[in-house]
Nanobody
């Protein structure tokens, strides 16, 4: 079955960096678009990054452009989110998402807290 497992979250000071990972299994990873979402306390889940299939082209939310970089390693069935210049407003649970066989799948999320 499709499984998505996020890792790499934690506590970081403003201006710091983190790299999140999403390990995927149960589907042909290289042929599916992958996405990162986040949900801050009291807010709706929002799309952060969209990573296409083989070429790995990316699109980002305006709030993270220039600071976050999404990538994927199709050989490892893993997607990444490099987050630099983190701000307190980046605090959220970060989720990876894939639309597989017409159904949306989510990981359980990894918490990122940006605080001094």
């Amino acid at each position: 079955q499709v499984q998505l497992v996020e890792s790499g979250g934690g506590l970081v000071q403003p201006g710091g960096s983190l790299r999140l990972s999403c390990a995927a299994s149960g589907f042909t990873f290289s042929t599916y678009v992958m996405k990162w979402y986040r949900q801050a306390p009291g807010k709706e889940r929002e799309l952060v990054a969209h990573i296409s299939t083989f070429c790995g082209s990316t699109k980002y939310a305006d709030s993270v452009k220039g600071r976050f970089t999404g990538s994927r390693d199709n050989a490892k069935n893993t997607m990444y989110l490099q987050m630099n210049s983190l701000k307190p407003e980046d605090t959220a649970v970060y989720y990876c998402n894939a639309e597989v066989y017409g159904r949306g799948y989510w990981g359980k999320g990894t918490l990122v807290t940006v605080s001094s």
